[in-house]
Nanobody, 120 residues
Framework: QVQLVESGGGLVQPGGSLRLSCAASGSIFIINAMSWYRQAPGKQRELVAAITSGGSTNYADSVKGRFTISRGNAKNTVYLQMNSLKPEDTAVYYC??????????????WGQGTQVTVSS
């Protein structure tokens, strides 16, 4: 079993900052990538940022220059530093872990989600 535990969401004023954390645990053979998605009410889930095991990153255009994704020293933890937050960043943020199993299957795991609300 693989578990993802997210933390760091909350209520923040426009222009403020938050840092999300996601820690993976359990039977993980190979981590290919870790990423953050978000889903606002009435909208589809969208990719916010991703980081590969080699450290390559990519971001949604809407967050470039404001959000930074990084991995912890243990490599099974991922962070999302969110600066200059806007009301349109309000959503439930989900952590996703992309792995390869010991029998070479690609497996994805999702966290439970953490609410981010940007409002004055």
């Amino acid at each position: 079993q693989v578990q993802l535990v997210e933390s760091g969401g909350g209520l923040v004023q426009p222009g403020g900052s938050l840092r999300l954390s996601c820690a993976a645990s359990g039977s993980i053979f190979i981590i290919n990538a870790m990423s953050w998605y978000r889903q606002a009410p009435g909208k589809q889930r969208e990719l916010v940022a991703a980081i590969t095991s080699g450290g390559s990153t990519n971001y949604a255009d809407s967050v470039k220059g404001r959000f930074t994704i990084s991995r912890g020293n243990a490599k099974n933890t991922v962070y999302l530093q969110m600066n200059s937050l806007k009301p349109e960043d309000t959503a439930v943020y989900y952590c996703k872990l992309t792995t390869t199993s010991s029998d070479w299957f690609k497996l994805d795991y999702w966290g439970q989600g953490t609410q981010v609300t940007v409002s004055s």
